[in-house]
């Protein structure tokens, strides 16, 4: 028995070691150095080899989409407020400066409005309206009990209710819904409103005497003078019924002031909504939110947040406006919240796409960020330093937070995005490292509606490079594997592909045969410097190679039926096995003859919208690639592609934009998310006793019973 312990101990050495032996036993193949894999039609392994469940790796990458904010109306001594994500709602209790997530009971996390009662202080009430119902926290926001299984896009207390209870709710689509009991139970008050859906609400703040509120839709604004039972259109002179935003002066009762934001301006009325007017030539083009100063009957104080230009201020009443965007990362602004003690702090703040929360104390003159703990980026790209085995250096690239880097696998971020500039915020959309890395610290980013940036100290700073008079949306950029020498670099536009041999300095348009300029995708062969070959995905144009630098192209999609392409991979022995693959918006397409024939592979495949890729480097022999999807997570193949098994074990938000894998084991694959940041899943070997008594436990390939010869 001793002799056979040992031979079974070193199986499953060899099995760690990805040697060939126990694969012979037909039910398992190794994973390079890693872990052990079930063939296909065998039991699936997971978890036997000790492999790791995802975790998050955001520590620093601060930042994302807010939706929506709610400030305390005892912020001057409490300093709270919160504010709603992609990723549930996150509360400060010091000004902003830091953040926790608050989503105990939130089961839809798609947060779209918030609401806190004006008692808060002592009641310590407020609601959330997610795209997954309606949710009403009464501690402060620790924990959350859902009223409603419909989804709400605003939301409006009555400021008297701490006595009638009352409570509105627009939903996209159904028009509003209204609650006379803190939301216990609700019922529909859509008479006379023509389109249901409900952007914004805004209640008189005299509505305990007044019954009067307005509802801002995709066809205008509409009014009720009792309480929701009835509504009127109030669109004359209202030349763009697109609202997305309402705002009510504090002096209503006196004064009938209110202010609409739409998509082209921002509308003033001082008759209660009946008649509506704007200067084209002065407004603010277009509004996503609107704040008015507590004081507006005063200082006549208000914001305005546009998706696309940033912040505006008017201090007499919307008659004229100024850009207040100093500091701002992202000039999507999708939220603004000001202090109920403004007149003295002159605080805002702002919500922003992509960037996060911004803080104002000089009243817009100047914003900062104050994100630290909001951890829900876009990553759009991630890049491995080529070196990451001695390093550890990973690049993010996110949407409205600029490029991330971290030295140390994921563990902790920090932006790196001095010189960084272009489009409306710092989308990145793809990032490509020199594979000289080490020694010549050049990175280049790909910006949305931005061109291209360029680093030679690791990321400490970027210069833009000229592409030409019209600033491209760069997609995807690769790299020459001798770009030491070869100084090769080529970016995807919607233009077509570019093409640089000066390291970024000058570029040219190489689209001859291009018959679709929509470039998703570019991967280059592994022996480009002597095959000179490329390959270029588009959205709608399928596939195209080129085996002389890009100079010509030919279209190759024989067999690919899906030619929306967001995805390239070659494989790491492409001159010798002229394997790639192709992700698309109908699954993963396989070519075992550098793209002269395509076949669909995609069993297993349970979400089919392949946005990312990333093949093992060892994948000659382990036959091991991952594709993440939008909203079916990550999953795996170790057979080429034949078939597929997701892996999405504490995988907080399966909208895949991205997928990068270490080259060494224990291997780690990272993945962007859009929404929840980075996540990494490490294939950790097991030790060989676990191995071994993993595999004697499930019976799966070794015989307890001695075999011929041992003793």
């Not at 006379?180 to 703040?205: E, H, M, Q, R, Y």
Request: hydrophobic share 40%; charged share 10%.
């Amino acid at each position: 028995m001793k002799r056979l312990w040992i031979v079974l101990t070193i199986l499953a050495l060899l099995a760690v070691m990805g040697c060939p032996t126990i694969a012979s036993n037909n039910n398992l193949e190794p994973f390079g150095a890693g872990p052990l894999r079930a063939k296909p039609g065998t039991r699936n392994l997971e978890h036997l080899s000790g492999e790791n469940v995802w975790t998050q790796s955001s520590q620093g990458m601060w930042g994302g989409d807010v939706k929506a904010l709610a400030i305390s109306p005892g912020y001057v001594t409490d300093r709270t407020l919160f504010a709603g994500t992609s990723g549930g709602v996150f509360k400060s209790s010091d000004g902003g400066a830091s953040w926790s997530a608050m989503n105990i009971g939130l089961t839809s996390l798609d947060v779209r409005a918030l609401a806190l009662l004006p008692g808060y202080a002592s009641d310590r009430t407020l609601f959330a309206g997610t795209s997954g119902g309606v949710f009403k926290s009464t501690d402060g926001g620790a924990s959350w009990s859902a009223i409603t299984n419909w989804g709400a896009w605003a939301l409006a207390l009555s400021p008297g209710y701490a006595s009638d209870h009352t409570l509105f709710a627009g939903i996209w689509g159904r028009g509003v819904r209204k609650s006379s009991d803190g939301g216990a139970s609700w019922s529909a008050v859509n008479t006379g409103i023509t389109n249901l859906n409900i952007n914004a609400l805004a209640l008189s703040p005299d509505y305990a005497s007044d019954s009067t509120l307005f509802a801002g839709t995709w066809g205008g604004v509409f009014k009720s003078s009792d309480g929701g039972a009835s509504w009127n259109a109030m669109n004359t002179g209202l030349i763009d019924l697109g609202v997305y935003a309402l705002a009510l002066s504090p002096g209503y009762a006196t004064d009938s002031t209110l202010f609409a934001g739409t998509g082209r301006a921002v509308f003033k009325s001082t008759d209660g909504g009946a008649s509506w007017t704007v200067d084209l030539g002065r407004t603010p083009p277009g509004a996503r939110a609107l704040a008015l100063s507590p004081g507006y009957t005063a200082d006549h104080t208000l914001f305005a947040g546009t998706h696309g230009d940033g912040g505006f201020k008017s201090t007499d009443g919307g008659a004229s406006w100024s850009a207040m965007n100093t500091g701002f990362t992202s000039l999507l602004i999708l939220a603004l919240a000001l202090s109920p003690g403004y007149a003295a702090d002159s605080t805002l703040f702002a919500g922003t796409e992509g960037g996060g929360v911004f803080k104002s104390t000089d009243g817009g003159v100047s914003w900062m960020a104050v994100h630290t703990g909001l951890t829900y980026q876009r990553v759009f790209a991630l890049a491995l330093s080529p070196g990451y085995i001695t390093d550890h250096t990973i690049f993010a690239g996110t949407f409205g937070g600029g490029v991330f880097k971290s030295t140390d696998g994921g563990a902790s971020w920090s932006a790196v995005n001095t010189g960084l500039t272009g489009g409306h915020n710092l989308l990145i959309q793809t990032l490509a490292l020199s594979p000289g890395y080490a020694s010549d610290g050049t990175i280049f980013a790909g910006i949305h509606k931005g061109g291209i940036f360029k680093s030679t100290d690791s990321g400490g700073s970027w210069s833009a490079l000229d592409m030409g008079p019209t600033i491209l949306s760069v997609y995807p950029l690769a790299i020459s594997p001798g770009y030491a020498s070869d100084q090769t670099i080529f970016a995807g536009t919607g233009g077509g592909v570019f093409k640089s041999s000066d390291g970024g300095a000058s570029w040219s348009a190489v689209n001859t045969g291009l018959t679709n300029l929509s470039i998703d995708a570019l991967s280059l062969s592994p022996d480009y410097t002597t095959d000179s070959t490329l390959f270029a995905g588009s959205v709608g144009g399928g596939v195209f190679k080129s085996t002389d630098g890009g100079a010509t192209w030919s279209a190759v999609n024989t067999g690919l039926t899906n030619q929306i392409v967001y995805a390239l991979a070659l494989s790491p022995g492409y001159t010798t096995d002229s394997t790639l693959f192709a992700g698309t918006s109908g699954g993963v397409f396989k070519s075992t003859d550098g793209g002269a024939t395509w076949s669909a592979v995609n069993t297993g495949l349970t979400n089919q919208i392949v946005y990312a890729l990333a093949l093992s480097p060892g994948y000659a022999s382990d036959r091991t690639l991952f594709a993440g999807t939008l909203g079916g997570g990550v999953f795996k193949s170790s057979d080429g592609g034949a078939s597929w098994s997701a892996m999405n074990a504490g995988l907080g938000n399966l909208y895949i934009k991205s997928l990068a894998l270490t080259p060494a084991s224990p291997r780690t694959l990272f993945a962007g998310t859009d929404g929840s940041s980075v996540w990494q899943y490490t294939l950790v070997p097991p030790t060989p006793a676990q191995a071994t008594q993993n595999l004697i436990n499930r019976g799966l390939v070794i015989n307890h019973k001695p075999r011929q010869g041992l003793t």
